[in-house]
């Protein structure tokens, strides 16, 4: 069983940058893959980003490719969701999730954290 707590979720303005992180407790973290997702208002949940246990093969999306940077710490049990330049459809909460390897489904989440970014 692993617990996931997001943080860092705030109202930003447009162009603003953020770190979101994601602590993981109840379980070794870096026996798991990691990805990183979002859930506007009216809209289905995206992901945004993906990244190996090892902290290697990052996947991003192509809404954030280039603004937004994943990395983790797995002697912190953490890990990050540096966003840059952010944008008024970059508002959602984003959620972090984890899986037993790093191809299968997502096995545990966190609650979320809301991200607003203000024009």
């Known amino acids: 069983q692993v617990q996931l707590v997001e943080s860092g979720g705030r109202l930003v303005q447009v162009g603003d940058f953020l770190r979101l992180s994601c602590v993981a407790s109840g379980s070794t973290f870096s026996s798991y893959g990691m990805g990183w997702f979002r859930q506007a208002p009216g809209k289905e949940r995206e992901i945004v980003g993906t990244i190996f246990r090892s902290g290697g093969g990052i996947y991003y999306a192509d809404s954030v490719k280039g603004r937004f940077s994943i990395f983790r710490d797995n002697g912190k049990n953490t890990a990050y969701l540096q966003m840059n330049s952010l944008k008024p459809e970059d508002t959602a909460i984003y959620y972090c999730?984890?899986?037993?390897?790093?191809?299968?489904?997502?096995?545990?989440w966190g609650q979320g954290t809301q991200v607003t970014v203000s024009s």
């Open positions: 999730a984890v899986r037993l390897t790093d191809t299968s489904t997502w096995d545990y």
